[in-house]
Antibody, heavy 123, light 111 residues
Framework: QVQLVESGGGLVKPGGSLRLSCAASGFTFSDYYMSWIRQAPGKGLEWVSYISSSGSTIYYADSVKGRFTISRDNAKNSLYLQMSSLRAEDTAVYYC????????????????WGKGTTVTVSS | QSALTQPASVSGSPGQSITISCTGT?????????VSWYQQHPGKAPKLMIY???NRPSGVSNRFSGSKSGNTASLTISGLQAEDEADYYC???????????FGTGTKVTVL
């Protein structure tokens, strides 16, 4: 079945780095736009970044621009989020999610979500 | 980009109908039909309930419906059931520097 599984979360000190991964299965990963969305403890959803199916189009939220890098390996059916210069406010559950468009333009909604991986930034 | 505005909480009795509003601007909700709604139970991942203002994905109950008027989108849950108790978030495309914006979230309580 269609599935997304995140990994790589953990405890990291302020200023540190972490790489999140998202393994996709059950669909042709290389056809789809993918996003990272996060949720701080007790807070709402915040979109973080998206990447087009080929990797040629990338956007970031202002809050992570210059610190986070999204990438994908279509041969490995995997999505990544490299996070650096981490701050306490980056503490959150990070979800990867799929945009259902298989055209060159996204549909701007997410139809499949992973269960999330928790990142805690604390000294 | 500011979050879309939703009421913090909405409640209703079983069988009743409730409506959750999602207010944006002419840069997002008011100009595009890329409004979606997500349901999130505690400790779980969000689930898509409505896309492109009023479309329901396969498997989502027809008790859930969406609409839009001007800069405000709405999610209506009819025949409220205990399992509908959850947090609900709207989202929209926005022509700002970042293409997505979520709403502030609404906690639905079934009395």
């Amino acid at each position: 079945q269609v599935q997304l599984v995140e990994s790589g979360g953990g405890l990291v000190k302020p200023g540190g780095s972490l790489r999140l991964s998202c393994a996709a299965s059950g669909f042709t990963f290389s056809d789809y736009y993918m996003s990272w969305i996060r949720q701080a403890p007790g807070k709402g959803l915040e979109w973080v970044s998206y990447i087009s199916s080929s990797g040629s189009t990338i956007y970031y939220a202002d809050s992570v621009k210059g610190r986070f890098t999204i990438s994908r390996d279509n041969a490995k059916n995997s999505l990544y989020l490299q996070m650096s210069s981490l701050r306490a406010e980056d503490t959150a559950v990070y979800y990867c999610a799929r945009d259902p468009s298989i055209t060159i333009f996204p549909y701007y909604y997410m139809d499949v979500w992973g269960k999330g991986t928790t990142v805690t930034v604390s000294s | 980009q500011s979050a879309l505005t939703q009421p913090a909480s909405v409640s209703g009795s079983p069988g009743q109908s409730i409506t959750i509003s999602c207010t944006g601007t002419s840069s997002d909700v008011g100009s595009y039909n890329y409004v979606s709604w997500y349901q999130q139970h505690p400790g779980k991942a969000p689930k898509l309930m409505i896309y492109e203002v009023s479309n329901r994905p396969s498997g989502v109950s027809n008790r859930f419906s969406g609409s839009k008027s001007g800069n405000t989108a709405s999610l209506t849950i009819s025949g409220l059931q205990a399992e509908d108790e959850a947090d609900y978030y709207c989202s929209s495309y926005t022509r700002s520097s970042t293409p997505y914006v979520f709403g502030t979230g609404t906690k639905v309580t079934v009395l």
